[in-house]
């Protein structure tokens, strides 16, 4: 059973930084893309930040770019968001998604495993 599991989420000021990590388990994939998302109290689920599989490719939200850097590390099945120069607007549960296949899309909707979600909540 693949499991997929976020940590590195908390309470963090405006203008400081948080880094999220995210672990698959369970199965081993030939190829994968990884994807951050996020929702807010009472707005849809969006995406934020997605990686290919060699990591070639990489998409962010236009609210996030040059603020959030997404990685991965293929050896430990884990990617990584790091997240500078936060504003309270980013506050939200962050989730992380798995799409076997070496197809890229941002679409939350072609993600086959989920997360819990890990909260980030940034205060002013």
């Known amino acids: 059973q693949v499991q997929v599991v976020e940590s590195g989420g908390g309470l963090v000021q405006a203008g400081g930084s948080l880094r999220l990590s995210c672990a698959a388990s369970?199965?081993?994939?030939?190829?994968?893309?990884m994807g951050w998302f996020r929702q807010a109290p009472g707005k849809e689920r969006e995406p934020v930040a997605a990686?290919?599989?060699?990591?070639?490719?990489?998409r962010y939200a236009e609210s996030v770019k040059g603020r959030f850097t997404i990685s991965r590390d293929n050896a430990k099945n884990t990617v990584y968001l790091q997240m500078n120069s936060l504003k309270p607007e980013d506050t939200a549960i962050y989730y992380c998604?798995?799409?076997?296949?070496?197809?890229?899309?941002?679409?939350?909707?072609?993600?086959?495993?989920w997360g819990q979600g890990t909260q980030v909540t940034v205060s002013l």
């Open positions: 990686i290919s599989w060699n990591a070639y490719i990489r």
């Open positions: 369970g199965r081993t994939f030939s190829s994968y893309v």
């Open positions: 998604a798995l799409r076997e296949g070496s197809f890229f899309s941002v679409d939350s909707q072609r993600y086959d495993y």
